[in-house]
């Protein structure tokens, strides 16, 4: 079992940079990748970002792609996710993720076995 911790979210104004953090604990070496989920309301969950545990590769979802960042800190376990130039269309609940590798081309995504518990991001106007 993984456990996935988050924080870092909050209100911002569009513009506004945030910088969520997601801490992983257990049976980290069953895992190859995290990420970043994101679901607005009314809306299906849709991976905003995603990063592989060894190699460091990543993949963005075109509606983020040069404003957002992810890393890792395989040290501790942690993956983060830097938002830059917030939009109102980024208000969403973000969850972590952890779990297999499922694509690479054209872009890395991972399926989600492990979750935490979802973080609040709401960018004003």
């Known amino acids: 079992q993984v456990h996935l911790v988050e924080s870092g979210g909050g209100l911002v104004q569009a513009g506004d940079s945030l910088r969520l953090s997601c801490a992983a604990s257990?049976?980290?070496?069953?895992?190859?990748?995290m990420g970043w989920f994101r679901q607005a309301p009314g809306k299906e969950r849709e991976l905003v970002a995603a990063?592989?545990?060894?190699?460091?590769?990543?993949g963005y979802a075109d509606s983020v792609k040069g404003r957002v960042t992810i890393s890792s800190d395989n040290t501790k376990n942690t993956v983060y996710l830097q938002m830059n130039s917030l939009k109102t269309e980024d208000t969403a609940v973000y969850y972590c993720?952890?779990?297999?590798?499922?694509?690479?081309?054209?872009?890395?995504?991972?399926?989600?076995?492990?979750w935490g518990q979802g973080t609040q991001v709401a960018v004003s106007s």
């Open positions: 993720a952890a779990g297999p590798v499922v694509t690479v081309t054209p872009s890395l995504t991972l399926r989600g076995d492990y």
């Open positions: 257990g049976r980290t070496s069953s895992i190859n990748a």
């Open positions: 990063i592989h545990w060894n190699s460091g590769m990543t």
